[in-house]
Each structure stands twice: as C-alpha cells, then as structure tokens.
C-alpha cells in the first residue's frame, strides 16, 4: 500500500512540470497581451487523435477582431506544410463559397506563410486589428498574414461564428454549451 502511494506521489510530482507548461503564456505574446491566463482552451481532434492544443490569450472580457488577441497552437503531431495549407483552405472553404481566383491567392499567401510543424512545435498567432496576424514558431518569429481578405477568414477558423470547430470555438471563448 505504502508502494502504491509513493508511486502515485512521484508521478504527480513528475507530472506537475507539465500542467505547469500547459498553461505557462509564450514569451512572444507578453508585448502583446498582458493577461497572465488564457481565456480559453481547447484541444482539436480528427479521427480520434489529438492534432493540437489550442489556447486564446486576450486583455478583453469578450474576443472582437477590434482588439488583439493571440492564439497558440501545441502541436501533438507533425504536419507537413503542404497538409497545413491544405487543410487551412479545407476550412476556409467551409465558411464561404469563395471564388477560384481568391483560393488560388489563398493557396499563394498560405505557402509562404505556415510553416511545417513537428511534434511538440508551437505555433503562436498574434493579431493586431486592421493590420496583420504574426506568427510565430517556437517563439521565434515566422512570418505574416496581412492579406485583408484572408486575414478574417483564417481567425474565423477558430473563432468565427457559424465555423466548421463550434466545440473548440465554445472552449477557446468560454462559451456555456
């Protein structure tokens, strides 16, 4: 018995670090966003596995694409750059029908903006409104999104009303279910 809850103690105590870390603010953000917690989180699922954490940093009570605001993305897998445009078009055009010359300019501005992303790799998204959306990878800085058009839509896939992720939307916000 005296076994079972040493053993059960020594891997709290192992284990503490990485709550700690799953909560900690990326130093990236902290110019940005003052809030010491994240608003939300959530974690994206497909299939069954775990694709990626999630979490909203924001100083505002409720998320508006009129204040900036921060999302951070944990990677539990890795994900090529070709799946991550792919898949970011994939929902992008669950939002709209938009025209085959806008997806093509998505497409473009997409490859060479997101980066492929290995297990454990985060990727940080910084807003600041009417000018661009930052990223991030591993606290270094990556690139930027400052197409007007896409700008809103690639928020929209996690924020957005109406979007194609309603339950990790709800969590990120804090929204009752």
Same mark, same amino acid.
């Given at each position: 018995?005296?076994?079972?809850?040493?053993? &059960?103690?020594?891997?709290?105590?192992?284990?503490?670090?990485?709550?700690?870390?799953?909560?900690?603010?990326?130093?990236? &953000?902290?110019?940005?966003?003052?809030?010491?917690?994240?608003?939300?989180?959530?974690?994206? @699922?497909?299939? /069954?596995?775990?694709?990626?954490?999630?979490?909203?940093?924001?100083?505002?009570?409720?998320?508006?694409?009129?204040?900036?605001?921060?999302?951070?993305?944990?990677?539990?897998?890795?994900?090529?750059?070709? @799946?991550?445009?792919?898949?970011? &078009?994939?929902?992008? =055009?669950? =939002? @709209? =029908?938009?025209?085959?010359?806008?997806?093509?300019?998505?497409?473009?501005?997409?490859?060479?903006?997101?980066?492929?992303? #290995?297990?454990?790799? *985060?990727?940080?998204?910084?807003?600041?409104? =009417?000018?661009?959306?930052?990223?991030?990878?591993? /606290?270094?800085?990556?690139? #930027? &999104?400052?197409?007007?058009?896409?700008?809103?839509?690639?928020?929209?896939?996690?924020?957005?009303? /109406?979007?194609?992720?309603?339950?990790? *939307?709800?969590?990120?916000?804090?929204?009752?279910?």
């Amino acid at each position: 018995m005296k076994k079972h809850v040493l053993n &059960i103690m020594v891997l709290c105590v192992c284990l503490w670090p990485l709550s700690v870390l799953a909560t900690s603010k990326p130093a990236e &953000i902290t110019p940005h966003i003052q809030a010491e917690q994240p608003h939300g989180k959530a974690t994206l @699922r497909y299939w /069954g596995f775990d694709i990626y954490d999630v979490s909203l940093w924001m100083d505002t009570p409720e998320w508006s694409m009129q204040k900036p605001f921060a999302l951070s993305l944990n990677y539990v897998m890795p994900l090529s750059k070709e @799946r991550m445009v792919e898949e970011t &078009i994939k929902q992008l =055009q669950t =939002q @709209r =029908q938009w025209p085959v010359e806008t997806v093509d300019k998505f497409t473009e501005v997409l490859h060479a903006t997101l980066p492929a992303v #290995e297990k454990k790799d *985060r990727l940080t998204a910084i807003y600041t409104p =009417q000018k661009s959306l930052q990223l991030f990878l591993n /606290g270094k800085y990556y690139s #930027e &999104i400052m197409d007007k058009e896409l700008l809103p839509a690639f928020v929209n896939i996690w924020l957005g009303e /109406g979007n194609d992720l309603p339950e990790l *939307r709800a969590n990120l916000l804090n929204l009752a279910q």
